[in-house]
Structures are given as C-alpha cells and as structure tokens.
C-alpha cells in the first residue's frame, strides 16, 4: 500500500516566518510533488521533482522553494510567509510511469497570521 | 497549455440514485490520460478511475464509469447507486505530456440518505 505521509496536518505561523512543510513516500517514486489547493481553484502546482536533487517550477512557484536530499522526502519551504499563503498544502508522489496515477498525502493545512 | 472546467462547484444526489458530474478541458495533444479523483472530508485524495484518449471504450469501475467524448473534449463521471460514502470533492484532472496533472476547480458532490 502506497503511503505518502506530511509532517503536519494544521500548521499555524507568523507573516514573515519561515515555513517547512515536509512529505514522505514510501514507494521508491521517482516523482514528487507540491500542490497549493484552494476553494473555486482546485489544486495548483508549485514544484515538482523528478529526481534526488531535482526540481522544476510549477503554475505558481513564486514564494516558494524546494528541497529533495533524498529520494523519499520532498520538502516545500516558505522562505517568509506571508497571509496569502494560507492554503491546503498537498503532496504526492508517483512512479516514471508518467501515465501512472499520483498518490496524495493527507494535507497540511497552514494557516498564515 | 491546457485547462480542465469543472462547472458544477456543487452537486446533491439521494442515495441510491444516480448522478453525473461534468468535465470539460481544452488541449491541442492528441493522446493523454483523465482522471477523477474524489477527495473525502478530511481524508486523503484518491482516484476513482482514468481513461486513456486512445481508447473509444469508456472506462469503468464498479459504481463508477465516465462518458468520454473526445471530439467534444467532454469527461463526465457517473456514480451509480449513490452512497453516503461518494460524498466527496472531485477533482477531474488532465495528464500532459509533460507528465504534469491539470486539475479542474472541483465539484462538491452531497449525498441525501
């Protein structure tokens, strides 16, 4: 059973602090990824990563980074958050099939005041 | 680039009927993949079924079936026999041949015992 677990489920920060939202997979995937899900807006991809040390920008990479060290964890880093990044944050992961379905972690739902 | 419509931001069923959700989505690419995925309250996203472009037959899946009309770009989702436990966001997505999901703004799908 594929399992894509994030280190957080409700998050709450201050405007301008750095935000660290961690996901793990456990299924030897290739490919990660990051989305930003809002209501009316569906998910929206931020970055996404096709390899260890990997990355490529999304729809809406502005205000954020990434991190992949391993091949299992990929994390998203708000460098100074700010009140319009609060979101649901979702990651997920799948093989290099690319036709293959992606398995999405539970959310993180971070709240920015 | 591509875009996914959903037009149906909310839908409502009684169990034991059968309903229908709509997709539409733009593109000039003449093979890629669809999915629906159902999103449950606070559980994680998983996909209900995919159809690739390629082929005619509609996919099916239990309950679950799609009417794919590729010339009119339309990828509806049928639920049959409706359950308390379909109520669910979904989320009609679009694989490119980039390998990346194009996700739709979701319909929020209520089931009424």
């Known amino acids: 059973d594929v399992k894509v677990t994030q280190s957080s489920r409700y998050l709450v920060k201050r405007t301008g602090e750095k935000v660290f939202l961690e996901c793990v997979q456990d299924?030897?995937?290739?490919?990660m990824f990051w989305y930003r899900q809002d209501p009316g807006l569906g998910l929206r991809l931020i970055y996404f990563?096709?390899?260890?040390?990997?990355?490529e920008k999304g729809d809406i990479p502005e205000g954020y980074s990434v991190s992949r060290e391993k091949k299992e964890r990929f994390s998203l880093i708000l460098e100074s958050a700010s009140t319009n990044q609060t979101s649901m944050y979702l990651c997920?992961?799948?093989?290099?099939?690319?036709?293959?379905?992606?398995?999405f972690g539970p959310g993180t739902r971070l709240t920015v005041l | 680039a591509q875009t996914v419509t959903q037009s149906q931001p909310e839908m409502s069923v009684q169990e034991a009927e059968t309903v229908t959700l709509s997709c539409t989505y733009d593109?000039?690419?003449?093979?890629?993949?669809l999915f629906w995925y159902k999103q449950p309250p606070s559980r994680q996203m998983i996909l209900v079924i995919r159809?690739?472009?390629?082929?005619?037959q509609n996919a099916t899946e239990n309950r679950f079936s799609v009417n794919f009309q590729k010339a009119a770009k339309s990828f509806s989702l049928k639920i049959s026999d409706s359950q308390l436990g379909d109520a669910a966001m979904y989320f009609c997505?679009?694989?490119?041949?980039?390998?990346?999901?194009?996700f739709g703004q979701g319909t929020e799908l209520s089931v009424k015992p």
């Open positions: 997920a992961s799948r093989d290099s099939s690319y036709y293959n379905e992606q398995f």
């Open positions: 299924m030897d995937h290739e490919n």
């Open positions: 990563s096709y390899d260890v040390k990997m990355k």
């Open positions: 593109t000039s690419e003449s093979d890629y993949y």
């Open positions: 159809q690739e472009a390629y082929k005619q």
């Open positions: 997505a679009y694989y490119n041949q980039g390998g990346k999901l194009i």
